[in-house]
């Protein structure tokens, strides 16, 4: 074992190159790669995940600004998926020994095709395969996980995508967080104030192609009797076909909100100096469109 561990630590001190001065440890090896597009600029944030021959996950994360990653591995097979925003994923493999550097050097991405946007026309959200959900802080610390149950939208497209128009209505006593009390309090004066503001609205004919699949869609959200400019980031998903052949376009989309924009607060409770819901709320929408009619 003595032996072993000297023999480790000579040719350790004897290696020379880009890794000379980097420590392994025992039965471990270093696994490299550069990320670079068709015309051979790094791509900096591209995802790599590098999974062992189970195709378990052993390591993740980012290509650095000059597009390339180190990564320090046990000895073994591993399998490498590389992918970034508007480019075809790259899938490769890799054996690494021990104290040595397995590097699969430049690695081109393809440019994706984008995916078929649907046909000029007036469309539909379908509900049942459709979501409206939001994430906000409670008590500055657990998350409240909740959704709106009942809501409608038309989406007039285009000719020119980025021409075209949405109109969302939510049903504001629909919230739904899944306890009763709270629920109830969300309704109330304190929040959403149902009684005098029944819906949310949400219209939109401004949608920018942000490259790839990527879309702003920027509009005005009227909450609580205040109305302010909102931009989704969303992703377009592509085109479909339903249980019965109908055609269908899918997306996802984030946005933030920030409660005093749309004077939203507990009014009672943070006089006290209690933030019982966080400033922010995250919005998520999963959204299936369908022809009209």
């Not at 790669?33 to 189970?54: G, H, I, K, Q």
């Not at 980012?62 to 591995?73: I, L, N, Y």
């Not at 430049?106 to 395969?129: F, K, R």
């Not at 409608?152 to 109109?167: K, N, P, W």
């Amino acid at each position: 074992m003595i032996g072993r561990l000297l023999g480790n630590r000579t040719k350790r001190t004897q290696r020379t190159g880009p890794l000379a001065a980097v420590r392994t440890p025992p039965d471990a090896g270093v696994l490299s790669c550069r990320v670079l597009d068709p015309v051979n600029a790094p791509v900096p944030n591209a995802e790599f995940t590098v999974s062992d021959a189970m195709g378990r996950k052993v390591v993740g994360g980012g290509t650095d600004p000059f597009g390339s990653f180190v990564a320090t591995v046990p000895a073994g097979e591993y399998r490498l998926a590389v992918s970034a925003e508007g480019y075809t994923p790259y899938r490769a493999s890799a054996t690494v020994t021990e104290d040595t550097l397995a590097s699969l050097g430049d690695v081109t991405l393809q440019v994706a095709q984008p995916p078929e946007l649907p046909a000029a026309g007036d469309w539909e959200i379908e509900p049942a395969h459709s979501s409206i959900a939001f994430t906000a802080r409670h008590i500055g610390l657990a998350r409240i996980h909740g959704r709106f149950n009942s809501f409608a939208g038309a989406v007039r497209i285009a000719d020119d995508m980025e021409q075209s128009a949405m109109h969302v209505v939510i049903g504001a006593a629909s919230i739904d967080t899944n306890v009763k009390m709270r629920d109830d309090h969300l309704r109330s004066a304190d929040f959403l104030d149902v009684e005098r503001f029944p819906t949310l609205e949400f219209y939109s004919d401004r949608f920018t192609h942000r490259g790839g699949n990527r879309w702003a869609v920027t509009g005005a959200l009227s909450l609580h009797g205040v109305t302010r400019t909102v931009t989704l980031d969303a992703e377009y998903l592509g085109l479909g076909n339903g249980m019965e052949g109908e055609t269908r376009a899918a997306c996802r989309a984030t946005t933030e909100l920030h409660r005093d924009d749309f004077t939203v607060s507990w009014q009672t409770m943070l006089a006290r100096g209690i933030a019982v819901v966080g400033p922010s709320i995250r919005i998520d929408l999963d959204v299936q469109i369908v022809p009209k009619g």
